[in-house]
């Protein structure tokens, strides 16, 4: 099993602090971060690069917004090698509301015609070996639609988005 992946709405100003580094040291600097972070949390897990693969088509790249969904943003650490033994990546509110605007007008079913298990294996989409007939449906459905909730409730709040890699 390889890399999860967790997503946290946070205010792009958090106790007088703007800078997004130092704001993610501090709130995932703290061991109960997930528990302290839930009403703003999502838990992708393991299908966040099978998630990725159906909105862009490409197990890493894309254009923006769709690629934003996982894998854009400022990495704000590097190969988890830094203090927080994670990789955290940053989108601003800037870009989560374009992000948001074009979940929420791609139904699920527009992307759903890239699942293709053998294909996403081919491809290097991690986990794809996981995939099997009925995970679309079963597990990247309501990941999509969790992603889509998630990321309109930040928009709509003026919230940035951390994506935590561990």
């Not at 999860?4 to 040291?25: F, K, Q």
């Not at 759903?112 to 070996?129: I, K, L, S, T």
Request: hydrophobic fraction near 40%; charge should be negative; charged fraction near 25%.
């Amino acid at each position: 099993m390889g890399l999860a992946m967790s997503y946290l709405r946070v205010p792009p100003v958090l106790e007088g602090e703007s800078d997004p580094g130092r704001i993610a040291r501090h709130v995932f600097g703290a061991a109960d971060w997930r528990r302290r972070g839930a009403p703003g949390l999502f838990e992708l897990g393991w299908a966040w690069q099978a998630v990725h693969y159906l909105v862009t088509g490409d197990p890493w790249d894309g254009r923006q917004p769709e690629a934003d969904v996982v894998c854009g943003g400022r990495l704000l650490t590097e190969d988890g090698t830094d203090e927080l033994g994670m990789d955290v990546i940053y989108l601003a509110p800037d870009r989560v509301k374009p992000t948001a605007d074009h979940l929420v007008a791609t139904p699920f079913g527009e992307v759903a015609g890239r699942y293709d298990p053998a294909a996403m294996g081919r491809a290097g989409v991690q986990d794809a070996g996981r995939l099997d007939a009925a995970a679309r449906d079963r597990v990247l459905k309501p990941a999509y639609e969790g992603l889509t909730e998630f990321f309109k409730a930040a928009a709509g709040d003026g919230q940035a988005i951390y994506k935590v890699m561990a």
